[in-house]
């Protein structure tokens, strides 16, 4: 499995952007579906956004599109998510997963973790 460590989490003003990177090790990274999820307190944790092998087919949950960016650089074993036009209600602790098959919003599908990174959102 491969070892994950996100990072760019913080507190911003509603309206602001964060940019959220995970770094991959321990692994062949390019051969890995990558995916955000994240979970707020008190409720389940919820998909976000994949991204395949290759970086050439995203998906993203209906809450999110055209404000968040899903990308990845296999060079920098990296995977990055893009967050603007940020909301009170995108607070949360994100993750980012990777499983080696095809892309897929369903966490049970993810093997590997890594531990989060707080993101607030302040209105």
């Known amino acids: 499995q491969v070892q994950l460590v996100e990072s760019g989490g913080g507190l911003v003003q509603a309206g602001g952007s964060l940019r959220l990177s995970c770094a991959a090790s321990?692994?062949?990274?390019?051969?890995?579906?990558m995916g955000w999820f994240r979970q707020a307190p008190g409720k389940e944790r919820e998909f976000v956004a994949t991204?395949?092998?290759?970086?050439?087919?995203?998906y993203y949950a209906d809450s999110v599109k055209g404000r968040f960016t899903i990308s990845r650089d296999n060079a920098k074993n990296t995977v990055y998510l893009q967050m603007n036009s940020l909301k009170p209600e995108d607070s949360a602790v994100y993750y980012c997963?990777?499983?080696?098959?095809?892309?897929?919003?369903?966490?049970?599908?993810?093997?590997?973790w890594g531990q989060g990174t707080q993101v607030t959102v302040s209105s």
């Open positions: 997963a990777a499983v080696r098959r095809s892309v897929s919003r369903r966490s049970a599908d993810y093997d590997s």
């Open positions: 321990g692994g062949t990274f390019s051969s890995y579906t």
């Open positions: 991204i395949d092998w290759r970086g050439g087919l995203t």
